[in-house]
């Protein structure tokens, strides 16, 4: 399976921004489906995730109340609804389907198997 992040940009502090992850060559179902981000410099970071019915969601302390993560309609979607974004949100996105299937959450990049390329968002002043 391939993933492919998209809808990164330059925005403005207190600006939205959905970015989406579209799979090809397979599903992402029955797979908890991970959010991470990496700013220059640093390690990469759990940003949000849902697990594979979509009725369980979770997100880091620093995002909790701005971002939302989403499973599209069609099996091969998830959505980073982020609200509010501050300049510190500002860093390389990267989606990821768990390793396993029908399990809960998974906060450790360890536990996916599948990445996508990472879309780029930078917050300005």
């Known amino acids: 399976v391939q993933l492919q992040a998209s809808g990164g940009g330059l925005v403005q502090a207190g600006d939205s921004l959905r970015l989406s992850c579209v799979a090809s060559?397979?599903?992402?179902?029955?797979?908890?489906m991970g959010w991470f981000r990496q700013a220059p410099g640093k390690e990469r970071e759990f940003v949000a995730v849902?697990?594979?019915?979509?009725?369980?969601?979770d997100y880091a302390d620093s995002v909790k109340g701005r971002f939302t993560i989403s499973r599209g309609n069609a099996a091969n979607t998830v959505y980073l609804q982020m609200n509010s974004l501050k300049i510190e949100d500002t860093a390389v996105y990267y989606c990821?389907?768990?390793?396993?299937?029908?399990?809960?959450?998974?906060?450790?990049?360890?536990?996916?198997?599948?990445w996508g390329q990472g879309t780029l968002v930078t917050v300005s002043s």
């Open positions: 990821a389907r768990s390793r396993s299937t029908y399990g809960g959450t998974y906060y450790r990049p360890s536990e996916y198997n599948y």
């Open positions: 849902i697990n594979w019915s979509g009725g369980s969601t």
């Open positions: 060559g397979g599903t992402l179902r029955y797979y908890g």
